[in-house]
């Protein structure tokens, strides 16, 4: 059981994705985008009961999401001993008993996610594992501090060592329908990320309806996006299936138009394993395999690895221990 778990896990071999370089903003088809909310319910309606995996089916499942995570903390009271924390469970995050029972000692998370002033602390405890530091910036969550702010942030954590921005978008720029105001803005913080790769987060919950998360989508990726991302984790609606239906929709017809892979986040609220299965299932189903390596998916998620993590345990050992023993920080 073991090894085939842990060939079934094993990632393919890293694939050199070229960045999206973005393209000039085409205000047809931003027009032509349409989304229709109920055959989009309709289809994820059908996703919690078609897809169960069982077993080791779905214990390799749970391995690879493990490798998707964006492990975060968000928090104001955050530490510089919590995000320690945080980094040791990102590069060891199950228990080693476990993961070497299961064949797949090295594991780690896809990333740490951080506010800039936790990024030092964070780069230095992740230093030789290659995980990467992802930073949240321009403002974020709200992303309404002077635009010029927004951008010396990006510059600031990007100095201090993320490799990852997660940049906010300006909601009222996607309510106005001020479609270049947007694709200025994302070219820019595209711009000022440099090398690091930026998740333009939409704020889903924000948006009004599923044309404007498609529309706005398309926007971000026309100016550069390589991950469009679902949510802050502090609106009152975060990831849903529906709203990431939509948006992976987007990302295929934009692979389809330019040839450019776009990454995906959903982020906020995915907590439970069974949650993670079902995203896994629909990015195989609507994009394939190879959107399921870490520089094409990532879960934002702050208590998701708690879950797998007990899930996982139940697998191999056949008990489920309390969910406090899983603690991330
Ligand atoms: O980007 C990540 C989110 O802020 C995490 O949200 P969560 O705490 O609901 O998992």
Redesign the pocket.
Known sequence: MESHIAERSAQLPQLAEPRNPGMELDLDWVAAVQANTSAIERRCATLPGRRSVKKDHQAAWLLKAISLI?L?T?SGDDTEGRVRRLCAKARQPVNAGILRSLGMEGLTTGAV?VYHDMVPTAVKALEGTGIPVAA?STGFPAGLSPFHLRLAEIGESVSAGAEEI?IVISRRHVLTGNWQALYDEMKAFRLACGEAHVKA?LATGELGSLRNVARASLVCMMAGADFI?T????ESI?ATLPVSLVMIRAIRDYYDRTGYRVGY?P?????KAKDALMYLALMKDELGHRWLQPDLFRF?????LGDIERQLEHHVTGAYSAGYRHSMG
Do not use: H, P
């Not at 949510?231 to 502090?234: D, P």
């Not at 982020?267 to 907590?271: F, P």
């Open positions: 964006d975060t968000l996610c949240v997660d987060i991302k949510s802050t984790g502090k975060n986040k982020a906020g609220g995915i907590s934002g998620a702050s208590s998701l």
